[in-house]
């Protein structure tokens, strides 16, 4: 089978995304996988390799995703070649070394198959790019998607959000009936070309308290939530709600459910990360290439001791190349279809 290519950024280089990716590639045996291309600084990867004391990986220095090799952990140089990491210290130029490796890859993202981003600190890249509010909608921005969805996805659990990166108090501005129209059938595609499911089931959360309580806390549910589910629904896709939020997770209804959505970032976070935290993984649905996250920020705290978890950011890493594999196994599966009555002739040769 193919090796999907699979692009790295370093992510902020005072939190622990160098060094999960040190701790991952150590093993070669993940070479059998993929052929790794990583974003970021020489001097960041050497520095961190000496503080954790491995042998390996060894980097093999390019300038082109086209030049990548396999069974080597090929790195593009990024950002300021005098930066030395400070593991734990938030800062403005850990912010623009972060976001120097991001811009890169992007750039590069045609030549590759798929993106892992590891953890950046929003608040420090947005020191020197105004306006950056995270990963999703910073790629759903430079590759021009029409629709796109942050997902978090688990062996169990998919929970995306209608809404992402912004102000409780500014929901109102965001939630519209068709926008819901458009998320939904967004989650629709991707449950089916990117996780295999024939006929997905998708349960929708209510923005209010128990789910608005029938116009008494809130009328969110009856004039936009409801009569999205039903415009799918008279599409013959499986969507129901809207579920009131702390019983659904609560109550283990989401196991009833393909994929779950959420209206706003902490409402389908907080139920997530408490059943998924570790083995959590951030999928952005709805851009031309495969992108996965590990379910947790830089973690200054852990920064450079060699304690941070790696099954988050390992299961990114094994999700993305699965996310491809299945990709490319639908358009196989789907390419130039035979009518119905031509699929009839070759099941059971007859003629009609």
């Not at 608005?212 to 499986?238: H, V």
């Amino acid at each position: 089978m193919t090796k999907v290519k699979l692009a790295i950024s370093q992510g902020d280089p005072n939190g622990i995304g160098m060094e999960l990716i040190l701790r991952l590639f150590a093993d070669a045996s993940v070479h059998k996988y993929c052929i790794p291309v990583l974003y970021g600084s020489v001097k960041t990867f050497v520095h961190y390799k000496k503080m954790l004391g491995l042998e390996e990986p060894r980097y093999h220095l390019i300038h082109s995703a086209d030049e990548a090799v396999e069974n080597k952990l090929n790195l593009i140089p990024c950002g300021d070649d005098e930066f030395v990491p400070e593991p734990g210290t938030p800062s403005g130029a850990a912010g623009a070394m972060a976001f120097a490796a991001l811009e890169k890859m992007v750039s590069e993202a045609h030549k590759v198959d798929a993106l892992l981003t590891a953890p950046l600190d929003k608040s420090t890249v947005a020191e020197s790019v105004p306006g950056f509010t995270g990963h999703t909608g910073y790629l759903a921005a430079e590759m021009g998607a029409a629709s796109h969805a942050m997902m978090l996805v688990s062996e169990d659990l998919r929970v995306a959000l209608a809404t992402e990166h912004i102000p409780v108090t500014e929901l109102g501005k965001h939630l519209n009936t068709d926008s819901l129209v458009a998320k939904l059938e967004l989650m629709q595609t991707a449950l089916k070309e990117d996780f295999g499911l024939t006929k997905p089931r998708i349960a929708v959360l209510g923005l209010n308290p128990h789910a608005g309580d029938n116009g008494l806390l809130g009328k969110e549910e009856q004039s936009i939530i409801k009569p999205a589910i039903q415009t799918l629904f008279d599409r013959g896709r499986l969507v129901y709600g809207p579920y009131s939020a702390d019983a659904f997770f609560g109550g283990g209804q989401y196991k009833a459910f393909d994929a779950v959505l959420a209206m706003y970032h902490d409402q389908g976070l907080v139920g997530f990360k408490t059943l998924a935290f570790h083995e959590g993984v951030n999928v952005t649905v709805g851009l031309p290439v495969v992108r996965t996250s590990p379910d947790h920020g830089t973690a200054y705290d852990l920064a450079g001791k060699n304690q941070a978890s790696l099954e988050s950011f390992q299961s990114a890493f094994f999700e993305a190349i699965h996310l491809v594999r299945r990709r490319l196994q639908f358009a196989e599966d789907y390419d130039n279809p035979l009518p119905f009555a031509e699929l009839r002739r070759e099941r059971f040769r007859i003629d009609f």
